[in-house]
């Protein structure tokens, strides 16, 4: 895909008029420097080229993309989409830009234009998994969550070893309260990859509202033994021990019925 989507880019440059040969060489001089600082994430000093090299080269799509990546990485997603969506004029056939459109719409809390833009990238690239994941979301953020479920069965449908499609199912689950569901979806990535930490910590947290204690304590000590230095670590341990104590109340109240 990011081969595709430079090659492209490589190919259209060739369809806009070129500067004289002096700035074409200054341009590219500045867009291989702002290329390296952009790849060492020092964005500020990488803008200030990119805009030189579109300076000198105004059609230059790659430099117009760079740039825009150093904005949503400084977190300015308006500036972003404004220098994408000068790109997307330009040619409206780069997967990259739409799918970054949307990115950055989601950034603002967009989600209605970043559903427009992953279907835009999606017509041109229909099985780009990250953007059929991001338009998941979005319908989420658009509290649309019937669709979202219905993207997420389908990648899942399509991909049934990809573990992605299953964490975002299994999560949109937990928060429509469907923890049996979403427990049953976590059970199956364990399958896929038992070595997958995050699977044990949700199965757990399911278990933990469905009231099954033994079963939540023993996929939380499953999680701390895979992470022992989880951020999360004395949280956990803390609930293990509530449980510990919620099940000896239990034995007692138990005993004690029991016996009446």
């Given at each position: ?66 740039l825009a990546m150093c904005y949503k990485a400084l977190d300015k997603p308006d ?182």
């Amino acid at each position: 895909m990011g081969i595709i989507v430079t090659q492209n880019l490589k190919a259209l440059e060739n369809n806009f008029s070129k500067p004289k040969l002096e700035s074409v060489s200054e341009a590219y001089k500045m867009h291989v420097k702002a290329e390296a600082l952009r790849l060492s994430s020092m964005y500020k000093e990488a803008v200030e080229n990119y805009l030189q090299v579109i300076l000198l080269d105004r059609n230059n799509l790659q430099a117009m993309y760079g740039l825009a990546m150093c904005y949503k990485a400084l977190d300015k997603p308006d500036k972003a989409i404004k220098i994408l969506e000068k790109a997307k004029s330009a040619d409206d056939s780069i997967f990259e830009i739409h799918y970054q459109l949307g990115l950055c719409a989601i950034l603002k809390n967009d989600s209605d234009s970043a559903i427009r833009y992953l279907q835009d990238a999606l017509r041109i690239n229909n099985d780009n998994i990250n953007a059929q994941l991001q338009l998941g979301v979005c319908h989420e953020l658009s509290d649309e969550p019937e669709i979202a479920l219905m993207i997420y069965n389908k990648i899942i449908e399509e991909n049934p070893h990809l573990l992605h499609p299953y964490e975002h199912k299994a999560s949109l689950l937990m928060t429509l309260g469907e923890y049996k569901d979403a427990a049953a979806v976590y059970g199956k990535m364990i399958k896929i990859n038992p070595d997958y930490y995050r699977s044990y910590f949700g199965v757990a947290i399911c278990f933990d509202k469905l009231g099954r204690l033994s079963d939540a304590a023993r996929y939380y000590k499953k999680f701390l033994a895979m992470k022992p230095n989880a951020n999360n670590k004395e949280l956990l341990e803390t609930r293990l021990e509530e449980i510990s104590q919620e099940k000896k109340y239990r034995r007692k109240s138990n005993v004690k019925l029991s016996l009446v």
